[in-house]
């Protein structure tokens, strides 16, 4: 299996909002800043370092402080995380000074993916300030080997969960009745892992969260409208990530860094080992099911990859 599309470029935003905020808590006083609920934030990703699933990650190495130290160090990533997303294909694009409408957007969707944004978190604690991501999730995004298409995601399309009271509603350019009431997905996503050890016993992989596309704060439509509003020029094969999608439940987080509380609460693994954050050997299995009664459900088949040693 091959990727499904030679991409041309790579953005990759952050709509899950209870993602958002949970990382908020363990970094800031306020969670979530004054923008979040306004603007659909991204980062410009790295299209270079984008594998198919299978392909294994090499941990990275990267430029970090620890903590109580005033001089940082360069060294393997401790702190190697996994980012439980889905992979917007851009179809058609547009013209460069010429933004996509919202109510127009959902015609430049090809179709969805799988997409798991692995992750330094302590490179990117030490990188991130003033400009954002950089290091820490350029060197490997796996994604699962085809495009589940628009056409065939049309049962699945689900109303966009009503903004909580108080919240404000987007600016014209970010709001479409349409979009709104069609404009997510009934995606049900699934992240589990295994270690050496289990494999080696035999073990099946254990379940870390199951999670839900609805739960994202921001369409696809609307992640590509504003991507465009300044007449930045999609082309056909981008792929924009939707961020990791986390529910309000726990059982529903799509990464370790929520998981584990920032590596303070250990997950324990069916063969007692423990896990703040992956070591090498351990495998990332993500997978999704579309799902509407009426329908036969589709899955997006495995995007999976283990991480091995940097040396």
Not at 84 to 96: D, M, Y
Not at 188 to 202: N, P, Y
Not at 208 to 228: I, P
Not at 231 to 249: E, H, P, R, V
Request: negative net charge; contains cysteine.
């Amino acid at each position: 299996m091959h990727l499904p599309a030679r991409v041309g470029d790579y953005t990759d935003f952050y709509v899950g909002i209870h993602h958002a905020t949970n990382i908020g808590k363990l970094l800031r006083p306020t969670p979530l800043l004054p923008n979040y609920k306004w603007i659909p934030i991204g980062y410009h990703g790295r299209a270079s370092s984008i594998r198919v699933s299978g392909v294994p990650v090499v941990r990275p190495v990267g430029q970090q402080r620890l903590p109580d130290t005033v001089e940082p160090l360069v060294a393997p990533t401790d702190r190697l995380d996994l980012e439980l997303e889905l992979g917007v294909w851009v179809g058609g694009g547009n013209a460069l000074g010429s933004p996509i409408p919202i109510s127009d957007a959902h015609t430049h969707i090809a179709g969805l993916t799988l997409l798991n944004d692995w992750s330094a978190r302590d490179v990117q604690a030490w990188e991130y300030q003033p400009l954002g991501p950089f290091l820490a999730k350029n060197f490997h995004t796996t994604i699962s080997p085809w495009i589940v298409t628009a056409e065939a995601l049309e049962p699945f399309r689900v109303p966009q969960a009503p903004r909580p009271d108080g919240d404000p509603r987007p600016l014209p350019y970010l709001w479409d009745a349409n979009d709104q009431a069609r404009g997510a997905f009934a995606i049900e996503l699934e992240v589990a892992m295994t270690s050496a050890a289990m494999r080696d016993q035999g073990m099946e992989p254990l379940r870390l969260s199951l999670s839900d596309a609805r739960a994202m704060y921001w369409t696809a439509a609307q992640m590509v409208a504003h991507h465009t509003v300044n007449g930045c020029n999609l082309m056909a094969g981008d792929l924009l990530g939707t961020g990791t999608i986390s529910t309000a439940c726990p059982s529903g987080l799509g990464s370790l860094m929520e998981i584990t509380a920032g590596g303070m609460e250990p997950i324990t693994l069916p063969t007692g080992e423990q896990r703040t954050f992956l070591l090498d050997g351990d495998e990332i299995l993500i997978s999704g099911t579309a799902r509407a009664e009426g329908f036969a459900p589709i899955g997006f088949g495995s995007c999976r990859a283990t991480i091995v040693s940097h040396a």
